[in-house]
């Protein structure tokens, strides 16, 4: 828990953090501090107030596939602050997309220290590794991501370091109830990845087909937004 003073003492050590929980948690931080602000302090809350504003418009515009406006947005942020940085996964996402691959490595790799177990954030560092030094370079690169426990993850991870194949994802999923939600995140998770991994090998058909049937599912969030964007965005799948 981050207490008043803190924030007030800190405001932008405060924002990293906060800024990537969403704008509730903004909110009622800011309005927190605006309670016990001076005049003179009234400038920290401007700053923040930016700062949020650029991360979620960065964030409308990658889910819109507005790939340079959210490159331009989420830069301000890491501009601004900071010590937002290694939280800007989203940055590192629309890099990719943009053809920034030194880039979008070097901030997967940033993400890796406050997220050291997601399985997704070691896909896209490999993704970005691939386009630029191909697959081999990019396996060698690989980033550790221990314990992630949603499924298929561990069976993701297998398959683009290199000791898995697509039939150890298929059969994870399979073993989630038919019909649940649990399995229908992890069949979407299954097919954007599967896809991801297609493209990145230079599998035009097999890369069209799985983000297809990702693009297909609703409800997803931000990744489902993304995974639409992937679609109509990399050259080989592309309508």
Known sequence: MIRRSQFASEPQRFLASAIL????????ALRVHAQDASPQESSGDKDSA??????????????????????QR????????????PHLWQRGIAQYL???YKAGRLQFEQHRVVNPSDVENATWHFLCVAAEEGVDAARKAFLPAPQDSRVPQAEIYALYQGTG??????????????????????RFYA?????????ALGNKDEAKKYLDAAAAVTGMNV?????????????????
């Open 191 to 199: 097919d954007l990845y599967l896809g991801l991994y297609a493209h």
């Open 223 to 239: 990744m489902g937004d993304v995974a639409r964007v992937c679609r109509d965005t990399l050259p080989e799948t592309a309508r």
């Open 21 to 28: 929980c969403g704008g509730l948690v903004m909110a009622l």
């Open 74 to 85: 989420l830069d301000r942020v890491a501009e601004k602050s900071p010590a937002s940085v």
């Open 165 to 186: 194949d697509r039939e150890g994802i298929e059969r994870a999923v399979a073993k989630l109830p038919e019909g649940s939600a649990a399995r229908r995140t992890a």
């Open 98 to 100: 943009a053809g920034e």
């Open 50 to 71: 930016s700062i949020q504003e650029d991360f979620d418009r960065g964030v409308e515009a990658l889910r819109k596939g507005k790939i340079q406006e959210a490159l």
